[in-house]
């Protein structure tokens, strides 16, 4: 009985794991946090305007940390420059940790302001449009504006089965089995 429990007995090795993995992420979080402060600092950005918090993530390539910045002053120049603030941030940490691209799921962003601080009314649609057109985007993108579209086919024959037509769609057939 000794010999086929010791044959048979499971394996120890996967108990370590999760204790493993806690001491990687921990590691990862020690990293971003570097990262962040490092930052902040050399551009002169006070501390306290902007937090981190670490979330733990699963993707499609694994475990991994994402990133959640918390913006704590609604001064305009920071508000401006949120998206260089997350780039050096970024360019930071793959300095500190050459995989860091590797294991980091992404990075999002929390206004976090206490009340009453900033009670600018939201403006009115023609302000959104008149900045959309002033950047230069459009509803659609131009390349796919130019691809024929199921609902401009109907709209030229007609109907959908006259549209389908247009394109010699078969119908569907039943899958066979074999075997």
Known sequence: MNLLHKLFRPQRTGRRAPEARRSVNERRRQVLSTAVADTLKSHGIPEYWIGAETLPSQGMEGRGLHLRLIVRNTSPKLLANLFALQRAIQHRLSQVDALSAAWLAG???????????????????????SAAQHVGVHRRSTARSDRPTLKAAVNERGSTRAALDMHEFSPTQPMLRHG
């Open 107 to 129: 990075t999002s962003w929390r206004i976090e302001v206490p009340f009453g601080i900033d009670q600018t009314e939201l403006p009115g649609p023609e302000f959104w449009r």
